[in-house]
């Protein structure tokens, strides 16, 4: 990840399901030449592609990742974002023992679709600071569900979660840099 850009990170467990989709739909949503997302996972299967049932889900959404293969996380991918992005408090946690100076800039999805509602910033980066300081006003109910192995019901649920919540960031972070 290159410094010039605000750095994204999406994290899930195996980065086949969640962190993909999330990947995907950001990068799709966000100016590419303010903005460049990556994902992993924190019990990283390197190098597999997607998981079907979220291909499947992220096509119906119009979107496709063919060519991703999935990452474990490390320490470069932790330390080079400006923003990580996790599908539950658990794989945030994670993050945080890789390094616990991210903390500031590491929130679930969820989490920062709701703060990204209710905090103030004029550029991508003072967003962050902004909702980082104010993380307690962030719903209880921030968790994204790990659809693996479940039904075709369950995969839809999460895809339209996880698609709802990066419009809502996506819709913020174009908005900070368009006037910057």
């Not at 080079?80 to 946690?93: E, F, G, K, P, Q």
Request: glycine share 4%; with cysteine; hydrophobic share 45%.
């Amino acid at each position: 990840m290159s410094s010039q850009r605000f750095a994204i990170l999406a994290v899930c467990t195996a980065n086949i399901c969640r962190s993909p989709i999330m990947e995907a739909l950001l990068r799709a949503e966000l100016d590419d030449e303010q903005f460049e997302v990556a994902s992993a996972g924190t019990q990283g299967w390197d190098r597999q592609p997607m998981d079907g049932m979220a291909a499947m889900e992220l096509m119906r959404l119009g979107y496709s990742n063919t060519m991703f293969r999935s990452h474990a996380i490390d320490t470069y991918l932790v330390d080079s974002a400006d923003l990580i992005l996790t599908a539950t408090r658990s794989h945030r946690s994670a993050v945080l023992e890789i390094t616990p100076a991210a903390l500031r800039r590491t929130f679930t999805l969820l989490e920062f679709a709701a703060l990204c509602e209710i905090v103030d910033g004029d550029a991508p980066r003072a967003l962050v600071a902004d909702a980082s300081r104010q993380r307690s006003k962030a719903p209880a109910d921030i968790d994204i569900g790990d659809p693996y192995r479940r039904s075709p019901e369950v995969h839809r649920r999460t895809a339209d979660q996880i698609d709802a919540a990066v419009r809502t960031i996506s819709e913020r972070l174009n908005a900070l840099v368009a006037v910057s």
